[in-house]
């Protein structure tokens, strides 16, 4: 069963603190994602990766940053955790080219107190 | 620019009622790709279906049907005799580029379906 699997279903930390959120798909794909949900606003594309080392931001980079050293894992980092990034945190991924859609995590539930 | 407008921010409904939500999309390109995808309760987003611009047949999937019309910009999912189990918040997307470019979301439709 393919899966894209994030580290943290839950997650506490402290403002001010530097925060990793990890995602791992075993598809092969090049690209990868990450979203944020939050009520109201659906979701918003944070940045994406096409290819190891690459990436791109996408409508909300601000405050975030990503990694992509293999390509099986693209990482999130929030440089210095605020209170407005509490948000769940949805990685996805997909092939380039023909594909069935993006195939989502199960989201990283993030509190930033 | 592109945009999805899901104009149902909530509906609920009694098992067996048929329910459709309604999508509604903006973009200039003339090739274009379109989702839907379910979020239960879990909260991992799963593909339901994906429909090209160029495509306008209608598709049904069991109890789910969809119908794309380029005319009005409108892509609606039907659910028939709904199911507790169809209660979900359910997400229309746009994309032009396929597996390329990132998907742009509406806002969703929360669905409740009550026994």
């Known amino acids: 069963d393919v899966k894209v699997t994030q580290s943290s279903r839950y997650l506490v930390k402290r403002t001010g603190e530097k925060v990793f959120l990890e995602c791992v798909q075993d598809?092969?794909?090049?690209?990868m994602f990450w979203y944020r949900q939050d009520p109201g606003l659906g979701l918003r594309l944070i940045y994406f990766?096409?290819?190891?080392?690459?990436?791109e931001k996408g409508d909300i980079p601000e405050g975030y940053s990503v990694s992509r050293e293999k390509k099986e894992r693209f990482s999130l980092i929030l440089e210095s955790a605020s209170t407005n990034q509490t948000s769940m945190y949805l990685c996805a991924s997909s092939f380039a080219g023909l594909y069935d859609g993006y195939t989502f995590g199960s989201g990283t539930r993030l509190t930033v107190v | 620019a592109q945009k999805v407008t899901q104009a149902q921010t909530e509906i609920s409904v009694v098992e067996k009622e048929d329910v459709t939500l309604d999508c509604v999309y903006e973009?200039?390109?003339?090739?274009?790709?379109l989702f839907w995808y379910k979020q239960p309760p879990s909260g991992e987003l799963v593909f339901l279906i994906r429909r090209n611009s160029f495509d306008e047949q209608n598709e049904i999937s069991g109890r789910y049907s969809w119908n794309f019309q380029k005319s009005t910009s409108s892509f609606n999912f039907t659910i028939t005799a709904s199911q507790v189990v169809d209660s979900a918040v359910y997400f229309c997307?746009?994309?032009?580029?396929?597996?390329?470019?990132?998907?742009?979301f509406g806002k969703g439709t929360k669905l409740s379906v009550k026994p």
């Open positions: 990766s096409y290819d190891v080392k690459m990436k």
């Open positions: 997307a746009l994309s032009e580029e396929l597996g390329q470019g990132n998907l742009i």
């Open positions: 598809m092969d794909h090049e690209n």
């Open positions: 973009t200039r390109d003339t090739t274009y790709y």
